[in-house]
């Protein structure tokens, strides 16, 4: 297993932790520092970042805006701690070296194909992760102070080495 592979299992299981803990209503309650958006909201287009690289890149390309938007993950922790296994199990396996081809959409729905590879794209999705978990855990600390949110999630792993041995 290669180091992208373990550093995406383990974003996942932050993740998964988390999910073992949060009450269904600090899960999907609208919060207001969210602007109406959700914890599972966050939860879920995560998610679904992850489920569209695993389902699409095997035919060549992805394309993160052909999501499913399954509400289930923004709705139901358990739900999308299944969900969680799942793309762990899809990690464990071995990643394509293959190229793929990625449809981003852009100004006035314009769409451009960029040529990119798997590997490439889980560093995406650790770092897309990571910045999501990041709001996850500002607005659970301000709405839900009594759910323990470790201290390094949502925080990059750079920024963790870098603290680790940065003068005090």
């Known amino acids: 297993m290669t180091l992208l592979q373990r550093t995406n299992l383990d974003v996942l299981l932050q993740l998964k932790d988390l999910l073992k803990i949060i009450s269904p209503a600090a899960y999907s309650d609208p919060l ?17 970042f992850y489920q569209c690289l695993f389902e699409q890149a095997p035919h ?12 289930r993950l923004e ?12 793309l762990v199990e899809a990690l464990e396996k071995t990643i ?18 960029i040529q990119t590879t798997w590997a490439r794209e889980l560093v995406y999705m650790a770092e897309h992760a990571i910045h999501h978990f990041a709001i996850i855990k500002i607005a659970l600390r301000e709405q839900f102070p009594e759910i323990a949110v470790p201290i390094h999630f949502g925080v990059a792993y750079s920024t963790i080495k870098y603290r680790e041995v940065a003068p005090a």
Do not use: C, M
């Not at 709705?75 to 799942?86: G, H, K, L, W």
């Not at 394509?96 to 194909?113: G, H, Y």
């Open 32 to 48: 207001p520092l969210l602007h109406g958006s959700s914890v599972g909201q966050h939860v879920r287009h995560t998610l679904e």
């Open 60 to 71: 060549g390309f992805v394309d993160y805006d052909a999501r499913r938007r399954d509400l």
């Open 75 to 86: 709705n139901d922790p358990a739900f999308s701690i299944t969900r969680v296994e799942q």
């Open 96 to 113: 394509p070296t293959t190229q793929i081809i990625l449809k981003a959409s852009f100004l006035e729905n314009d769409t451009e194909e």
